[in-house]
């Protein structure tokens, strides 16, 4: 693979070239250092960082098998086994057999679980809001554009 050297726009100093190698670093670097600081912005709990995310997966989509479940958070089913154990244990997510296929479980958020998500999506999006209504309309028109562009990325 080829990386591209042409000069772009810096994102941190205007009038400075990055290449695309640095501009990739630059913004990975920012956008994990964003991503650490919303995680956060959530209650109190004894969940990880992928009990967390396969909560959350089960929350926007609903229920999933655990294939599903594994496909979507980019991980083997016996290591979502194991993370959705947990979350059963905990009570935030439900186990229930497939009407369609007795081999399959079909997994959902339990309402303690979507209680806390929501929770979770209030704080996160409060301390956000917080952050982005300082902006000015021109870097609010730059952010809804890369939100666009993030969103081709993350589904690429």
């Known amino acids: 693979m080829l990386i591209d050297t042409t000069p772009h726009p810096s994102a941190d100093s205007p009038g400075h070239?990055?290449?695309?190698?640095?501009?990739s670093h630059d913004f990975r670097v920012a956008n994990g250092r964003l991503a650490r600081r919303l995680r956060q912005e959530k209650p109190d709990n004894e969940l990880s960082a992928g009990q967390f995310s396969a909560l959350g997966a089960l929350f926007m989509e609903g229920s999933l098998t655990l294939r599903a479940l594994s496909d979507r958070e980019h991980v083997t089913p016996p290591s979502m086994s194991r993370t959705v154990n947990a979350l059963v244990i905990a009570g935030l997510v439900h186990r229930e057999g497939s009407s369609d296929d007795g081999r399959k479980v079909k997994l959902s958020?339990?309402?303690?679980?979507?209680?806390?998500?929501?929770?979770?999506?209030?704080?996160?999006?409060?301390?956000?809001?917080?952050?982005?209504?300082?902006?000015?309309?021109?870097?609010?028109?730059?952010?809804?554009?890369?939100?666009?562009?993030?969103?081709?990325?993350a589904d690429s």
């Open 17 to 23: 070239q990055s290449t695309v190698a640095e501009l």
């Open 109 to 153: 958020a339990t309402e303690a679980g979507l209680t806390l998500m929501r929770e979770t999506r209030k704080r996160r999006d409060a301390w956000l809001a917080q952050r982005v209504i300082t902006l000015s309309d021109e870097q609010r028109q730059t952010l809804a554009a890369a939100t666009v562009i993030m969103r081709g990325l």
